[in-house]
């Protein structure tokens, strides 16, 4: 199975802050990755397909790059509604193994 | 505009059975491959298993080989996943999302349905 490692696990940010997670893979997958967004109690919502293409209606703060291994979710300028946890997912094969996630709090 | 909404979620004993549902609403059923996913009280996400746009093909995570089904009726734009031999461990919210390539994501997720497991 790929293995997807995400850090941090967690980070406090503030308002306006730019916030940068990374996400590493066990082995190439070539752009097959996905960054998702979940607040508590809902389920998650695609933000990035295709490790650097933004879903549509997904604000532009958002940005996505990397390939191969190594991949990198950037929030420009952290909104209040932007604290939430945030998992990578690889879709190169299956089981389509996710990161462990990162959670954003408030500083 | 698109809509799934799972069910048969609840309480069951370890070892016996349940059949979760997904009906899908909004879009073109038949031309996404659909996938389960689900995530423990307080966890992580973890991949389940999928099922292809036919349902000619399923591919499932190890944990739940042998004892997870997934399938599909096209004709009535809904997914299923029949859980046999439950765990403890299988104690967790349960979602149907969509996919419409591979490299595309899950663009769509349902609410989720929790399923327990105790005795």
């Known amino acids: 199975d790929i293995q997807m490692t995400q850090s941090p696990s967690s980070l406090s940010a503030s308002v306006g802050d730019r916030v940068t997670i990374t996400c590493r893979a066990s082995q190439s997958i070539g752009t097959y990755l996905n960054w998702y967004q979940q607040k508590p109690g809902k389920a998650p919502k695609l933000l990035i397909y295709?490790?650097?293409r933004l879903q549509s209606g997904v604000p532009s703060r958002f940005s996505g790059s990397g390939s191969e291994t190594d991949f990198t979710l950037t929030i420009s300028s952290l909104q209040p509604e932007d604290f939430a946890t945030y998992f990578c997912q690889q879709s190169y094969r299956t089981p389509r193994t996710f990161g462990q996630g990162t959670k954003v709090e408030i500083k | 505009q698109v809509q799934l909404v799972e069910s048969g979620g609840g309480v069951v004993q370890p070892g016996r059975s349940l059949r979760l549902s997904c009906a899908a609403s909004g879009f073109t059923f038949s031309t996404y491959a659909m996938h389960w996913v689900r995530q423990a009280p307080g966890k992580g996400l973890e991949w389940v298993g999928v099922?292809?746009?036919?349902?000619?093909?399923?591919y499932y995570t190890d944990s739940v080989t042998g004892r997870f089904t997934i399938s599909r009726d096209n004709s009535k734009n809904t997914l299923f996943l029949q859980m046999n031999s439950l765990r403890a461990e299988d104690t967790a919210v349960y979602y149907c999302a969509t996919e419409v390539g591979r490299q595309l994501g899950h663009d769509y997720w349902g609410q989720g349905t929790l399923v327990t497991v105790s005795s």
């Open positions: 295709a490790a650097s």
């Open positions: 099922i292809s746009i036919d349902g000619s093909n399923k």
